[in-house]
């Protein structure tokens, strides 16, 4: 019974690229999140912490972030309140619009940035020194013209 059941699930989950691409971006992501709470920024496993991937140096509408996030405006502007009252980001008026808000990080905010790319710089050396220079520079490379081919070949 338990084999008749494996095999159907098998059937449906054929192994493929889209299972392998997941399972590696998987575990980079396990590896950066470890890395950022050994750091002092577990937060960043957390929702709230996925808001941080969306706000430019330089400051960015809350109003693009909600729309570039698969969550509503009320949630959006709930994470941003908590990374405000973390001393992470400020909110402030938008001046070509009275409305909106302008969301930019505080100097803390700008230390975990420094700090979450070190660790993403580390981790990339660390892979490439794991898989060969020569290996992870051919993935590399073969990733970013997946990335970048048209639409119809995808």
């Known amino acids: ?4 059941i494996d095999e159907k699930w ?4 054929p192994d493929h690229i889209g299972v392998r691409l997941w399972e590696a971006a998987q575990h980079w992501k396990d590896r950066y999140l470890a890395e950022m709470k050994k750091a002092g920024h577990g937060w960043q496993a957390e929702a709230r912490g996925s808001i941080t991937a969306h706000i430019h140096p ?8 909600a729309q570039r996030m698969p969550i509503s405006k009320q949630a959006v502007h709930q994470l941003i309140a908590e990374l405000e009252s973390q001393g ?6 938008d001046p070509s619009d009275g409305r909106g808000r302008i969301i930019r990080f505080t100097e803390a905010g700008l230390a975990v940035q420094r700090d979450g790319a070190r660790i993403k710089g580390e981790i990339h050396d660390q892979m490439r020194t794991q898989m ?4 992870f520079d051919r993935l590399y490379a073969l990733l970013g013209a997946a990335v970048k081919a048209p639409e119809e070949n995808r």
């Open 88 to 93: 992470i980001v400020t909110r402030d008026l």
């Open 132 to 135: 060969g220079a020569e290996a």
């Open 1 to 4: 019974m338990v084999n008749e």
């Open 10 to 13: 098998d059937d449906l989950r």
């Open 58 to 65: 330089d400051g960015t509408r809350q109003a693009e972030i």
